[in-house]
C-alpha cells in the first residue's frame, strides 16, 4: 500500500519559516518525481514546486527565491523549505509522487501564515 504522509505544518508569522517533510513508502522513492502543491478553500490546487528523479527543480513565481524543494531518497523523503513566509502563503500543502500516469497524494498538511 502506497502513503505518503505530510508534517511540518503549522502557524508562522510572516517572515518567518517552515520545513514541510513527506515521507513515502510502498513506492520505489528514487524513481519518482515528487511535488509540492497548495489549496485554498474554493481554489483549484496549483503546484508549488517540483523535484525530478534527476534533482531538476521548478517553483511557481510566487515562491522563487523563498521556498526550496529537496529529497533525500536514502530517507524516502521530499521537503519543502519556506522561508520568508506571507500570509497568501496560507493553505493546505500536499505532497505528490508520480511517475508517468501513475500518481500518489498525501493527506495534506495546513499552513497558516499570521501575526
Known amino acids: 500500500q502506497v502513503q505518503l504522509v505530510e508534517s511540518g505544518g503549522g502557524l508562522a508569522q510572516p517572515g518567518g519559516s517552515l520545513r514541510l517533510s513527506c515521507v513515502a513508502s510502498g513506492i520505489t522513492f528514487s524513481i519518482y518525481s515528487l511535488g509540492w502543491y497548495r489549496q485554498v478553500p474554493g481554489e483549484q490546487r496549483e503546484l508549488v514546486a517540483h523535484?525530478?528523479?534527476?534533482?531538476?527543480?521548478t517553483y511557481a513565481d510566487s515562491v522563487k527565491g523563498r521556498f526550496t524543494i529537496s529529497r533525500d531518497n536514502a530517507k524516502v523523503t521530499v521537503y519543502l523549505h519556506m522561508n520568508s513566509l506571507k500570509p497568501e502563503d496560507t493553505a493546505v500543502y500536499y505532497c505528490?509522487?508520480?511517475?508517468?500516469?501513475?500518481?500518489?497524494w498525501g493527506q495534506g498538511t495546513q499552513v497558516t501564515v499570521s501575526s
Open positions: 505528490k509522487a508520480n511517475r508517468g500516469a501513475t500518481a500518489y
Open positions: 523535484i525530478s528523479s534527476g534533482l531538476t527543480t
